[in-house]
């Protein structure tokens, strides 16, 4: 017969192993999401409310979308499509962040009822999943305001 506490350590080996011990942070690889932000960095800052040729990524985390305003006040100029996907109440999460880097038109069009969204984003997407989960390990801690780049 099994003692509990065997019993208890069988329970917590199994639940460990089935979660991968990892939180979803941690399910990507920081230094390569380092290096594939290097297809972004061109148009997004990390930075508190400096804009480029797209707004800026700092403190996207609960920002609905079609909505960022620079350090002067300025709004940004988002399309149509992604100022109406904010109205219908997309904000920005590590779920909506993920799916969008995957297929940003899609996914906007998703939202708004289309096929195929019109944004001013002229990315792609990121194919492999494991991009998207990398590029999120090191987007995280910007995502949610809590550490400020270039």
């Not at 917590?12 to 942070?25: D, E, I, R």
Request: aromatic share 10%.
């Amino acid at each position: 017969m099994m003692s509990y506490r065997t019993v208890a350590f069988a329970i917590l080996a199994v639940a460990t192993l089935s979660l991968g011990g990892m939180t979803p942070a941690q399910a990507g690889d920081v230094a390569k999401g380092e290096k594939v932000f290097k297809k972004c960095r061109a148009c997004h800052s990390l930075r508190a409310g400096k804009k480029k040729v797209g707004p800026s990524l700092h403190g996207v985390f609960g920002r609905r979308a079609g909505r960022f305003v620079d350090a002067r006040g300025r709004a940004f100029k988002h399309s149509k499509d992604m100022k109406a996907a904010g109205a219908a109440g997309l904000v920005w999460s590590e779920d909506t962040f993920k799916r969008y880097i995957a297929k940003p038109k899609p996914y906007i069009g998703t939202i708004i009822g289309k096929k195929k969204a019109k944004t001013k984003m002229a990315f792609n997407g990121l194919k492999k999943p494991v991009d998207v989960d990398n590029l999120f390990a090191y987007l995280e801690p910007f995502l949610m305001g809590q550490q400020e780049g270039k």
